[in-house]
């Protein structure tokens, strides 16, 4: 198990489109499945469980790899602040799904969905290939964040064009 750890990881490096990533990218489609016929039900405290839950995995996630920086020694706060677009993106969406603003959701769909999915199909996971932590870590990030989409036009029915980016943004 340790090796799945190490961030001198000696297993093979990501490969592009190979059988795990192309696994994990029909898992991700199938959550995404789930969601939209979740939102589609009457069942509030469903929506709520998978509200609660997407956010507590993107916080989880985020904070496990803080913890494997910082245990591996590379935690540094010029890296790890979250000023990356999709770090900075998990925090808010996390936020919004569990105080639930309608009016942050254009910045999810926008901000969020957009480079999530493009982290998914072309990921920067390098040397870290199936079946280490950081491929994993990776991949739920940009699936969950991408997923805050679903949760937001679906469940709540909101629809976002390019005008309420700049209403949301100036929203406190």
Known sequence: MAEYLDPGYSGGAFRLFGTSHLVTILFFAVIGLFLIRAGQRGDEKLRSTVRYGLAAVLLVNELSWHIWTAVYGSWVIQT??????????????????????????????????????????????????????????TMIAHGALAHCRSLGCHDRKISSHFSRIGRASRRP
């Open 80 to 137: 790890m602040l979250p000023l990356h677009m999709c770090s900075i993106m998990i925090w808010i969406a996390a936020a919004v799904l569990v105080v639930e603003r309608r009016s942050l959701y254009p910045l999810l769909y926008f901000f969020g969905f957009a480079g999530a999915m493009q982290a998914l199909i072309t990921p920067g996971a390098g040397l870290f290939g199936y079946p280490h932590f950081r491929f994993f870590q």
